[in-house]
């Protein structure tokens, strides 16, 4: 009988994490300050402890695990990869269709696997609250989820259309013991700022992140936390994709494809970044990062130096980008809503090294989940179909969908509809990017 | 390390259920009809298909799971049992606890258990639409879920209330392909009646049942599921406790006591009467059943035959029960409001062989999650810990409560109130009961 689950004892959690930056052809570029001149760890050190500075800046091709972050990780982990025997019967495919599964994580996503390194390593730090924003919902639950784990105070800054249409989220984050504001708020200049210009500014991440990073800047005992984007993050994913291997290989399989959603890119990193290392080997793995067409950032922004938010307290770092100031509309994929992309996702993708595909809202729900790799994967079985190819495909269900009911009733209704984020509005949001690099 | 996860592999999800009547010190007490002679396999057969009753009546005590539910349990079996470190360390409890966690399922219950083999037994009976009933909606997505997977039609009468608080769960089913009706509807005449006497009528289980098998027996086309109460619906759940007591051999444990919350008995019976029958051999090991102070079927209800539904369709059941006319007051516990409880369970605490408790919602809630098992392990431990005693507790989470958060709302703005169903009306609920038996 073909193996449907494929599952790994708690020993085989990773002990290291995979950084991509090892295998790289070129030497990931350098943030920069508003001078044009590379950032430091002493400028960083204002919003980040040494210890997540360490792993930001580290080249080493593995890091290793904390132990007890390892211990947290078996709560939910190593996660399912599932062999979608079902899916490719339904589609009359060829190819082999395997998810690797996030889903079963406390909050329900990918997220934890980086919260809860991250509240581990401010903890040894010293540091007592950490701050941060989250679009969706996913990123702040975890947040809040590993600040309870290790005793460290979380407040979130939760983008205003997720605050008012994901109730429940918020719920959880309460629930773990977080203080959660919907951004823009009335606590930051940035917030009060949005607010004045227009009192029902709807957010964007990029507001939420200058809320979080002007508050973690101000106060002494604070940190910021972020959930996807910094190399750090891209780091404690890849255990996704370290399983994901390990697991075909006990059932002697491969992956031609991978597909995985990209909004900031931790999701598409966690499971990519592990196989790239075999594919900088000589291997042949096609990385597929898949992206919703109401955001198109690796597909129609450009590759320049931006800042990670809307009032640039960032450093500029070097990603695809429709602008820092790019104001999504209210689409359903509130957690790929974000103007830019995680730099090293974006240099690999600049170097033809992966590849980047847009989706439509419609189809994805079409395609019965709530993932845009999904849609893509089913697309690429049905052309397996066509061409009679039986290639081994794999994408990352990075979470459940059972805060986005609402969006499937809208889908329902018929009331949800594609929108393709229009090139002018790109053009005029790139218009205001810094003149460096 | 201590192991804080422990799995199984695919190849160890159980081959046989186990039928805890083989065990009994008594046999099982038959269902009788309204002329209080017992009812046979010709009048069930109206509603079930021989496939079911087959299951039903048995008495053997190994019933081979078929291998098409195998390969779907397989979507999500075995489940992990989970070792709540961080929990003891927080009680400073000397007992270790262990949990069985069902919400990793694909409706994020224990429920799919037995919606599957239901689903394929019809399937393999030639019947092509169920009808059911469905109370916070763990029962109605798992029929609709396991429906959608061996192409039956689903149709669900969800009680009113959940249909109005839980809209999402609703939106769940229909994602599955379910037809979902409030009850009372006007489809029915068991639904138009209640509606005329009180049109803003909340609903309940009794009335719900009472819906589904008045369809289910007008329509040729169209059999009955039913998600609890019943011997084959128990039989099925017992998966969860048979790959519990496998996972605790590994790490060389066993319970000294298991806790399950208890409302038709499905999940308790699904975990505990795997270790019945340990029990029954001569091992010790205390078997209780956690119900709501606000719906007390087996601390306060009495031992009666009684009917499965409100208007008195079902055959008479020898229960536990609040009588059938039972009309819950509207608590958070959706899926326990049930006004009697299995035969099987009720007649092993009649005998003294379980044990029940009932614990009331706020505390529940204060135990962190919407789980009455939990609350009960969590008093357990901490009478542990003034005793010294390292008991092993073992606790069933059958779900997670992610359709629940609307009640967390409430328990966080201190409006969820605790409510003790009353003596005097179990007592008037209990003068309708039918003189049989």
Redo the contacts between chains.
């Keep these: 009988?073909t193996?449907?689950?494929i599952?790994l004892?708690?020993s085989e959690i990773p002990k290291h994490w995979y950084n991509v930056i090892a295998d790289m052809p070129n030497p990931p570029l350098p943030p920069l300050g508003p001078d044009g001149k590379p950032v430091g760890p002493e400028q960083m050190g204002v919003i980040f402890p040494d210890t997540i500075l360490e792993q930001e800046m580290s080249g080493e091709r593995w890091i290793a695990i904390p132990e007890e972050v390892r211990?947290a990780y078996?709560?939910?982990r190593p996660t399912p990869l599932?062999r979608a025997l079902?899916l490719e019967r339904a589609l009359g495919t060829p190819a082999k269709i395997y998810y690797k599964y996030e889903g079963?994580s406390p909050t329900?996503s990918h997220k934890p696997n980086s919260a809860v390194p991250q509240a581990y390593l401010n903890k040894i730090a010293g540091v007592k609250r950490l701050v941060t924003e989250t679009g969706a919902g996913q990123w702040g639950s975890s947040l809040a989820f590993a600040g309870q784990?290790f005793g460290i105070a979380v407040r979130i800054y939760m983008v205003k259309i997720s605050y008012d249409q994901k109730?429940?989220r918020r719920?959880?984050m309460?629930?773990w013991g977080a203080e959660v504001f919907a951004s823009p708020s009335n606590m930051t200049n940035t917030g009060r700022k949005y607010l004045a210009e227009n009192p029902d500014n709807e957010g964007s991440l990029g507001i939420a992140i200058s809320e979080a990073v002007e508050e973690a800047a101000s106060r002494a005992d604070t940190k910021y936390a972020l959930g996807s984007v910094l190399n750090h993050v891209l780091l404690h994913q890849t255990v996704i994709g370290l399983e994901a291997k390990k697991q075909l290989e006990k059932v002697g399989d491969y992956p031609d494809m991978i597909f995985a959603p990209c909004g900031g890119g931790s999701n598409f990193a966690g499971i990519a970044f592990p196989f790239f290392a075999d594919k900088a080997a000589g291997k042949k793995v096609r990385l597929v990062a898949v992206e919703p067409t109401s955001c198109p950032t690796l597909t129609k922004g450009i590759y320049a130096y931006d800042y990670g938010d809307a009032s640039g307290f960032t450093p500029l770092m070097k990603m695809y980008t429709l602008g820092h100031d790019f104001m999504p509309p209210g689409i359903h994929a509130g957690g790929l809503r974000y103007h830019g992309d995680s730099p090293l996702v974006s240099q690999l993708y600049h170097e033809k090294l992966i590849e980047a595909i847009a989706v439509p809202q419609v189809a994805t729900f079409q395609a019965?989940v709530s993932c845009h790799a999904v849609r893509a994967c089913i697309d690429e079985a049905l052309r397996c179909k066509e061409s009679g190819e039986p290639k081994t495909l794999l994408f990352n269900l990075s979470g459940?969908g059972?805060?986005d009911?609402?969006s499937?009733?809208r889908y329902?209704a018929g009331k949800l509809e594609d929108y393709d984020y229009p090139v002018e509005a790109v053009k005029a949001s790139l218009a205001h990017l810094p003149k460096v690099g």
């Design positions: 009988m193996a449907t689950r599952m004892e708690e211990e078996r709560l939910w599932i079902r079963v329900g784990m109730p429940f719920s959880m309460q629930t019965g459940h059972h805060f009911m609402a499937y009733d329902f």
